[in-house]
């Protein structure tokens, strides 16, 4: 009876043991996440900061407008 209570309790202080560990590798692995997310949402939000229209898409764009207003009132 006695080595059973022994057993018992050795395997009670492992069973503590694995969920100590455990809680360690989730919050270890949740401040990874966590840390690549805030970098990733950094990262996006420079890109969102970057203007989108630059010099040479805008005049060829006011090119196309040109084109397009030009054959428009070509055509009868």
Known sequence: MDSLRLAVALLQDSITRLVAANAGAYQAGYQAAYAGYQDLTQCYVAELRK????LPSAIA?????????????SIP
């Open 51 to 54: 203007p989108r229209i630059r």
């Open 61 to 73: 764009l006011l090119g196309a407008v040109g084109v397009g207003v030009v054959v428009g009132r």
